[in-house]
């Protein structure tokens, strides 16, 4: 009941209620109004440059198909045979020419159009057309490489849906007109908690870098000779909470011994110095904006979380309201060296993957809350989200959005107004951007 769900979050008191991460019900909600009506990142154009290159993928616990086309189109289709409902690609991707089901054998070209159906003819009445059992077919927009793909026909096209996020995505992406390429291939594992642990991290938490989780993690990976000391964890940064849509991102700005501390050196010189930095900063417009602000985290409201600067991008599937499935992978500029992309792709590895030494410390936090929050009077008591409340204001010069102090849940209460929204709210007339 739409009262119900609404009161989960107080943003006026900054409070929010603990049965969002684990309640079956709302959780079954979400698959249709959260996951059948927003953009859904499934992975890079890289993934997929030539034609019949495939993808599988997922938008919520549905199960695509993401396909290069022969005109260079990308087009998303559902992964379940309209005959049984077997699953239609049993692989990761690769490159095919037609899909035939393990089933029964129907088969279906590149583009999700059944085109041969086994004893067709014999077996068949004469009104089967093969035309209306194809499976269904989602919306393909892509974003500076990113793919996202949409159930919603009536849902705005994606550069509306992102809005004023695309500022900061661009810090990542968008730094070289070669644009990015991805390096390594998708670290794929699972863990014990809900999704909106992790996408909401990603939103609004600078907080726990520059506090506790990952101290001991940047102290035991810092280069040679270097000391906590000498990576200034800095106290200047800002927080952005999207005008709409939910998305949100942190950054730092000053120093770059925080770059060095997580990702070396070569990176932080690479992302700071020389050639490529002074092309950012044409290509983006204010040295402050390319060169100074670092270490940033963000989601694209639902699941597309990334960390410009360390380059890492993921896409949260759930798997029921206490498990994660993290698809991630590095993305890097094109026309970087290759002893840079061998660098990104190093210590993303130490860094932000299934085995990376940051991964671990905010799996431990996720998995831990999920943990006692199977306790019941765990799931009674509201939890505080009240950090920055009031304080921010969209008025930077430098930064569009609503802008405050980079520790902040003023874009974590964005995420989940959003959520609520989406829960609530019958169709996109009105939940649309105003
Ligand atoms: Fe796919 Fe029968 S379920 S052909």
Redesign the pocket.
């Known amino acids: 009941n739409v009262e119900e769900i609404t009161a989960l979050l107080d943003e006026e008191n900054g409070t929010l209620d603990p049965r969002i991460y684990s309640d079956q019900d709302l959780y079954e909600l979400e698959q249709e109004r959260v996951f059948g009506r927003s953009w859904i990142m499934l992975g890079h154009e890289a993934h997929v440059p030539k034609a019949g290159d495939f993808l599988t993928a997922y938008m919520g616990e549905d199960p695509v198909i993401l396909v290069r086309q022969k005109d260079r189109s990308l087009k998303v289709f559902l992964n379940q045979?309209p005959?049984?409902?077997?699953r239609?690609c049993r692989t990761d991707g690769g490159n095919a020419k037609s899909f035939t089901?393990?089933?029964?054998?129907?088969a279906y070209d590149i583009g999700g159009n059944l085109v041969n159906v086994p004893y067709e003819s014999e077996a068949f009445c004469e009104d089967f057309n093969k035309a209306e059992w194809g499976p269904g077919q989602a919306r393909v927009e892509t974003y500076k490489g990113l793919i996202f793909a949409n159930w919603d026909k009536n849902a705005p096209n994606l550069r509306e849906y992102l809005g004023d996020a695309t500022f900061y995505m661009d810090h990542m992406l968008d730094r070289t007109e070669a644009g990015t390429e991805v390096i390594s291939g998708m670290q794929k594992w699972v863990i014990p908690c809900n999704w909106k642990f992790a996408a909401e991290q990603f939103c609004s938490d600078m907080y726990h870098a520059g506090t506790v989780s990952h101290l001991s993690g940047i102290e035991a990976g810092l280069p040679e000779g270097m000391e906590l000391s000498d990576a200034k964890i800095p106290t200047v940064g800002y927080q952005f909470r999207a005008k709409w849509g939910g998305h949100g991102t942190g950054f730092y700005v000053g120093e770059p011994g925080m770059l060095v501390a997580i990702m070396g050196p070569k990176i932080a010189k690479y992302w700071t110095e020389g050639e490529a930095a002074a092309r950012a900063e044409r290509r983006l417009g204010s040295a402050e904006r390319a060169r100074q602000l670092m270490v940033q985290h963000m989601t694209v409201f639902p699941t597309c979380s990334f960390l410009p600067g360390i380059n890492t991008v993921r896409t949260w599937q759930p798997r029921g309201p206490n498990e994660t499935e993290i698809w991630a992978f590095t993305v890097v500029d094109a026309d970087a060296p290759d002893e840079i992309k061998e660098e990104y792709r190093r210590q993303t590895l130490r860094t932000f993957s299934a085995g990376g030494v940051f991964e671990q410390d905010d799996g431990e936090n996720w998995v831990e809350i999920q943990a006692v929050l199977r306790g019941h009077q765990a799931r009674k008591r509201r939890l505080n989200i009240q950090m920055g409340k009031g304080r921010s204001a969209a008025d930077n010069p430098h930064y569009p959005g609503s802008i405050g102090y980079v520790y902040n849940e003023e874009a974590a209460r964005g995420l989940y107004h959003q959520w609520i929204r989406m829960m609530t709210e019958p169709d996109w007339d009105t939940l649309g951007p105003k």
């Open positions: 045979c005959h049984r409902g077997m239609i089901c393990s089933y029964h054998g129907w």
